[in-house]
């Protein structure tokens, strides 16, 4: 930072600080004695401060002066708003790596979980468990037995399928939750996880289970929400998006591999859904 020269007052200094902003030159006034001193951010731009400063001293009345106050009033707003979006996009590292469950909550509670309740699917209680957790009938879930729709995404029926489904979960769900917060996460996990559910169950039947429904759906939220919206700070590289719907083609094309395909398009639906709604909200905020 480099001094361009001084000015007898601080209005006038102010006034010409507005002006250099207008014109693309970063400044600050500082008091120098009885006088007002103007410091350049950007040495490159001294000679052209000193030469517009020679040229203010002439003629500190000109209209050209005054217009430019409200045009360094929306450089600042600006400069302020990149500001507060780079702050909350801005991730400290340090702070995920010393403690990862610290900012997801959530996230790691459902790995846990699922790695729980897969831990006793590989014990004697494969049938009591699958009882309990999945819809067998239509008539369960009008009774009220409504968390049905929802106790099926704990269950994994293999290492590979769990591995899968919680690195999925711990890479978007941690995006995601990092973002909204863990209440509107949980609440877009059941709003995925209901209707994802619920189509595999009518369409297919019951005994089926996995994380992957709600994961589908947590890749279109990211997704569509990051494409329109990129101030949310849910970016995802394109080849993870080229990776997430081969894997959904190939599962559609391939029916020996036993998948949940309805549960994974219904989350993708609502997922991406409620992406959009998102930024449909966000103006109105």
């Avoid at 350049?40 to 500190?60: K, Y």
């Avoid at 699922?114 to 006793?120: A, G, H, N, P, T």
């Avoid at 979960?169 to 209901?194: K, N, T």
């Amino acid at each position: 930072m480099r001094q361009a020269g001084t000015i007898a007052t601080k209005q006038d200094a102010e006034r010409f600080a507005n002006y250099l902003l207008s014109i693309g030159i970063s400044s600050k006034v500082d008091a120098d004695g009885d006088n007002w001193a103007i410091w350049i951010h950007d040495e490159n731009e001294l000679e052209r401060s000193r030469q517009e400063l020679e040229q203010f001293e002439r003629e500190p009345q000109d209209p050209r002066y005054q217009a430019a106050e409200h045009a360094a009033k929306l450089a600042r707003r600006e400069a302020a708003e990149k500001l507060r979006q780079a702050r909350k996009n801005y991730v400290d590292m340090r702070n995920e790596w010393s403690s990862p469950w610290r900012r997801r909550p959530v996230t790691v509670a459902l790995i846990a979980a699922c790695v729980l309740v897969f831990l006793q699917v590989l014990g004697d209680h494969e049938n009591d468990l699958l009882f309990s957790s999945v819809p067998k009938s239509m008539e369960q879930i009008t009774n009220g037995e409504v968390w049905r729709l929802v106790t099926p995404i704990f269950l994994h029926f293999g290492f590979m399928h769990l591995l899968f489904n919680m690195f999925w979960l711990y890479d978007l769900g941690s995006l995601i939750e990092r973002r909204l917060g863990s209440i509107l996460y949980v609440l877009l996990i059941l709003a995925i996880a209901v209707p994802s559910n619920y189509a595999q169950f009518d369409r297919v039947g019951p005994f089926f289970g996995g994380m992957s429904g709600v994961v589908y759906g947590l890749f279109g939220y990211a997704w569509v929400r990051g494409r329109l919206d990129p101030t949310s700070g849910l970016y995802l590289r394109p080849d993870i998006a080229l990776w997430m719907m081969a894997w959904f083609a190939l599962c559609l094309v391939t029916p020996s591999l036993n998948v949940a395909n309805w549960a994974h398009g219904v989350g993708l639906a609502v997922g991406g859904t409620l992406g959009y709604l998102a930024t449909l909200i966000k103006p109105r905020r």
